[in-house]
């Protein structure tokens, strides 16, 4: 199941840089996208989401872009910090019916921010 | 903070056996989900719950799967009799809409 692609399989910055994690999709039936944050033993914590209708979504340091032309969103993290230092995933979903919080996950990045 | 809890964090289990793997939702949700991931893949979706009743399940899910709400506070995934490929961490979620909560996953080991 190839519908979200995350080709980066890792990403190393330094700190106070900026952070691009960049995702792809095939299915144009998505609608909804999110970006996880994963530590290892722990489940995915939710950071921040954008609905198709939109371009841009900003929440402090995080901002995702999405190019629906493209079906390639993005997350910028901006300055980078070592915390940030995990597994970073790009969920896609409908919004229509019952798919909501139906999540296909892409395959993740690891980025490691350097001191 | 109110958060997705699951319990227990570790269960290893002998091929054939029943486990059932619970989760408490964040009380106000709606919504619940129970996905997996295999060591070394991605995160896949299972199942959804809404209103007392499956929405949708992947084909994953099939019917040595079943969920339950027992009552109103508990979602339990029940795998009625296991097999080795069923190794994974298994994670519950919660949601009011669009967006998935996620709890801190069940890593169950089947020998």
């Known amino acids: 199941d190839q519908q979200v692609k995350q080709n980066s399989p890792s990403l190393s910055v330094q700190e106070g840089r900026i952070s691009i994690l960049n995702c792809d999709y095939t299915n144009s039936m998505f609608d909804y996208f999110l970006w996880y944050k994963k530590y290892p033993a722990e489940g995915p914590t939710f950071l921040i989401s954008?609905?198709?209708?939109?371009d841009k979504n900003e929440d402090g340091r995080f901002t995702v872009f999405l190019n629906k032309s493209a079906k390639h969103l993005s997350l910028h993290i901006v300055p980078s910090q070592p915390g940030d230092s995990a597994v970073y995933f790009c969920a896609a979903s409908g919004t229509g019916g019952t798919s909501y919080g139906k999540l296909t996950f892409g395959q993740g990045t690891i980025l490691t921010v350097h001191p | 903070e109110p958060e997705v809890t699951q319990t227990p964090s570790h269960q290893v289990t002998q091929m054939g056996q029943e486990v059932i793997l619970r989760c408490v939702p964040i009380s106000n949700h709606l919504y619940f989900y129970w996905y997996r991931q295999i060591l070394g893949q991605k995160v896949e979706f299972l199942v959804s719950?809404?209103?007392?009743?499956?929405?949708?399940k992947s084909e994953i899910f099939d019917d040595q799967f079943s969920v339950e709400r027992p009552d109103g506070s508990n979602f339990t995934l029940k795998i009625r009799s296991t097999k080795l490929e069923d190794s994974a961490m298994y994670f519950c979620?919660?949601?009011?809409?669009?967006?998935?909560?996620f709890g801190q996953g069940t890593r169950l080991t089947v020998v």
């Open positions: 719950f809404y209103n007392n009743e499956i929405s949708e």
């Open positions: 979620a919660s949601g009011q809409w669009a967006e998935a909560f």
């Open positions: 954008i609905s198709s209708i939109k």
